[in-house]
């Protein structure tokens, strides 16, 4: 039962463009996302979270959009730049269990020169 | 600071042997968890602590075994190693559940 859902396997863009990558999720009760950044053969790094409460957290060129109702969020990179290729992963835990994160599938970037 | 850190890398098991995979972190974090990653699967949970003498199961716990004698140390046993346990292997820490710091992974296969 996969509650947290990337649907998009790969994603490549050309540097200096947007890169959109895209999560949906089933379980109403999540009520704090993040996204983790990993590199071949090394362990994934927290990116950027948001917190239900809000619909958009920034940082720096990564933005994190949040949509409730759709039960949908989003990572918006801008520019996107070669270092950023990688494996994104988007993940969501509840109150009622905040120690036990679900994570989506991973959605590997490409970053064209 | 070595942060989280992760022995073996790699571990070739014969169906029905032991191991144990070793996590350590030096950050003091009272949240430590154990991860795999398949493909297609994403990281999945496999136990969890919240302290020293604490721990729960995640998501999959079936065919491990975990303890927390001290804060540092959150050691995952394979009782009898199955080709299912094929995987990528990830401990983390935080001061907290969320935002949480990844060791660099033990690739383990089961022949």
């Known amino acids: 039962d996969q509650q947290v859902k990337q649907n998009s396997p790969s994603l490549s863009v050309q540097e200096g463009r947007i890169s959109i990558l895209n999560c949906d999720y089933t379980?109403?009760?999540?009520?704090?996302f993040l996204w983790y950044k990993k590199y071949p053969a090394e362990g994934p790094t927290f990116l950027i979270s948001i917190s239900s409460i809000k619909d958009k957290n920034e940082d720096g060129r990564f933005t994190v959009f949040l949509n409730k109702s759709a039960k949908h969020l989003s990572l918006h990179i801008v520019p996107s730049q070669p270092g950023d290729s990688a494996v994104y992963f988007c993940a969501a835990t509840s109150p009622y269990n905040n120690n036990d994160m679900r994570f989506g599938a991973g959605t590997r970037l490409t970053v064209k020169p | 600071n070595a942060g989280v850190t992760q022995t073996p890398k790699f571990q070739v098991l014969k169906t029905g042997q032991s191991m144990t995979l070793q996590c350590a972190q030096d950050?003091?974090?009272?949240?430590m968890s154990w991860y795999r990653q398949d493909p297609g699967m994403g990281l999945r949970l496999i136990h969890y602590?919240?302290?020293?003498?604490?721990?729960d199961q995640g998501e999959v716990p079936n065919g491990y075994n975990v303890s927390r004698s001290t804060t540092e140390d959150f050691p995952l046993r394979l009782l009898s190693a199955a080709p299912s346990q094929t995987s990528v292997y990830f401990c983390?820490?935080?001061?907290?559940?969320?935002?949480?710091?990844f060791g660099p992974g033990t690739r383990l296969t089961v022949t």
């Open positions: 950050m003091n974090h009272e949240y």
């Open positions: 983390a820490s935080s001061p907290r559940a969320t935002e949480q710091y």
């Open positions: 379980n109403s009760m999540f009520d704090y």
């Open positions: 602590s919240v302290g020293a003498g604490i721990t």
